[in-house]
């Protein structure tokens, strides 16, 4: 990281403290954001894990997509995991839902299965200093079923995409934040600070 960026990290439900927690530890400030007016400023922005519906019903109610679509077109980093990815994905299935559509990727909700069969495993991830095995875990994760062409798939698992990038926009199927490994919330902040 060059400068210290200033991330937010979307708090109206859902894992957002501990995003917080690992952004901080490498050096960034952090704002949760609850209102338009705390996405004033930012450098970037993390949509952490939750319930989607409820984080939607959330943007909705606090006037919140307007200016999210605001940080978007002005090239803010936006980071979505898990719930985070199904609100930034242009299309949702199972069941369809509304969403913000700034990565042209489909999202199929809960599609490696519910709680109970939530799980950890080993990735290969290359995020510009060659491969690195990378721990991931999976908790009623959705999948990308489709990726357009302006998308490039950044980790693989049993073949699939899930973590892919297009431009400014970031997302993953998997919580990076509750592993101890910041390479992911590392590769996002040097891409905050460099807005």
């Known amino acids: 990281m060059t400068a210290a960026p200033l991330v937010g990290v979307l708090a ?10 690992v952004l ?5 400030e952090v704002r949760e954001v609850r209102t338009p007016s705390d ?7 993390v949509m952490p894990g939750g319930e989607s519906t409820t984080m939607s019903l959330g943007i909705e109610r606090e006037g919140l997509a307007e200016p999210l679509r605001a940080l978007h077109a002005d090239g803010k980093p936006i980071f979505g995991t898990c719930a985070g990815l199904i609100l930034l994905a242009r299309d949702v299935e199972s069941p369809q839902q509304r969403s913000l559509g700034f990565i042209d ?15 950890e495993t080993e990735v290969t991830a290359d995020l510009g200093s060659g491969p690195a095995p990378l721990k991931v875990i999976f908790i009623r994760a959705p999948r990308i079923r ?9 980790v693989e698992h049993g073949g699939e995409c899930v973590m892919a990038r297009e431009g400014s926009v970031l997302v993953a199927s998997f919580h990076p934040e509750l592993t101890d490994d910041p390479t992911i919330h590392r590769y996002f902040a040097d891409m905050a600070s460099s807005t």
Do not use: C, W
């Not at 109206?12 to 927690?21: E, I, K, T």
């Not at 996405?39 to 922005?45: A, H, R, V």
């Not at 489709?146 to 950044?154: E, H, I, N, Y």
């Open 105 to 119: 990727i489909t999202a199929e909700r809960n599609a490696y299965g519910r709680q109970k069969e939530s799980f």
């Open 24 to 28: 901080r530890s490498l050096g960034a």
């Open 146 to 154: 489709r990726m357009g062409p302006a998308v490039t798939p950044l």
């Open 39 to 45: 996405l004033e400023g930012l450098d970037g922005l």
């Open 12 to 21: 109206l439900q859902g894992g957002f403290a501990a995003h917080a927690r």
